[in-house]
Every structure is written in C-alpha cells, then in structure tokens.
C-alpha cells in the first residue's frame, strides 16, 4: 500500500520532535515543556495512523481531528519554547513551519471526507 503524504510528514516530524525533545532535555535541561510538545508532536502521527484503520467513517474524521487538535496544540508548545529562549529562531521557524503544514493538510482531509460523507448521504 502508497503510504499517503499525511502519514509520511507527520511521522517525519514525530521524529523532529523527539530530537528536539532529546536537545531541550539534555542541552537545556528544560522538562516540562518539552514533554508536552513530545506527547503532542508524536500523536499527530499515531492518530493519523490510526485513522487508517478506523471502523468508520466517522471515526476516520474523528481520529483526524484529534490529529489536527494535537496539531494545534504543538504550534502552542512551539511558541512557548521559542518565546521563552529555549529553541532558537531559525529552529522554531522551521518546526513551525512543518507543523503548520501538517495543520492544513488534516483541515484539508477533514473538510474532504466530511464533504464525500454528506454527498453519499444525499
């Protein structure tokens, strides 16, 4: 099976995040933040991959939006850790940039299958 562009980009940057984790744990000795932008920035992943089995529709979107909610919330845990100096500019814009990519890719299959469901309903 093709694997898809959301499944290949978000596990990419689940494996961007866990190296940045592995930076802000040992470099700057930072724990608490960088633990939620770990728990959020790989579960983008996980639920898209899970998507992929759902027993539904339904829950297909539904696992997508958990995605795009995980998304959002690692945009939030990016800004905290490059507002409060512990990533640096470049490498914030660059995480930020990846992850809000991710971010519209899920509206983008969100918004689709919503579409097709109703359309097949009608």
Do not use: P
């Not at 297909?60 to 959002?72: D, Q, V």
Request: with cysteine; hydrophobic share 35%.
């Amino acid at each position: 099976m093709k694997e898809s562009i959301i499944h290949k980009k978000s596990y990419q940057f689940a494996l961007r995040v866990i190296k940045m984790y592995k930076f802000l744990t040992k470099d700057q000795k930072e724990f608490i933040l960088s633990k939620q932008v770990l728990r959020s920035g790989t579960s983008i992943g996980a639920n898209v991959n899970e998507a992929q089995s759902a027993e539904s529709k339904n829950d297909s979107i539904h696992k997508m939006a958990i995605s795009l909610k995980e998304s959002r919330e690692t945009l939030y845990w990016l800004n905290l850790l490059h507002n409060s100096d512990f990533i640096k500019k470049d490498a914030f814009e660059s995480s930020h940039k990846d992850c809000v990519e991710l971010k519209n890719i899920l509206s983008s299959i969100i918004l689709s299958a919503k579409e097709k469901k109703n359309n097949s309903t009608l």
